[in-house]
């Protein structure tokens, strides 16, 4: 059985940084990602990581517009691990950050966690 199980979340000043876990088990991926919904707003992707190699060796990055070079992606695969460092956290960074796993045609994921909530006082 697939899970996914996010773990990271909080209140965290403007400015401040916070690091979002995603712990997955019942089988690996070749790819995952981090996404956010924020109260009346649609699901936004907020980075995702894509193994290019067996061995996990390789990986392609991509990251929302609104949290490149603020938010780094990135994983432990002996662990089967995702995270997310989320640095320089803006107050529209507040929402339920989702992990997500194994990108299907049509770019929606096969697989998600239940979401942690991350808010971001000014």
């Known amino acids: 059985q697939v899970q996914l199980e996010e773990s990271g979340g909080g209140l965290v000043l403007a400015g401040g940084s916070l690091r979002l876990s995603c712990a997955a088990s019942g089988r690996t991926f070749s790819s995952m990602g981090w996404f956010r919904r924020a109260p009346g707003k649609e699901r936004e992707l907020v980075a995702t990581?894509?193994?290019?190699?067996?061995?996990?060796?390789?990986?392609?990055?991509f990251y929302g517009e609104s949290v490149k070079g603020r938010f780094t992606i990135s994983s432990d695969n002996a662990k089967n691990m995702v995270y997310l460092q989320m640095n320089s956290l803006k107050p529209e960074d507040t929402a339920v950050y989702y992990c997500a796993a194994e990108r299907m045609l049509g770019g929606d994921y096969k697989y998600w966690g239940q979401g942690t909530q991350v808010t971001v006082s000014s």
């Open positions: 990581i894509r193994w290019t190699t067996i061995s996990w060796t390789g990986s392609s990055i």
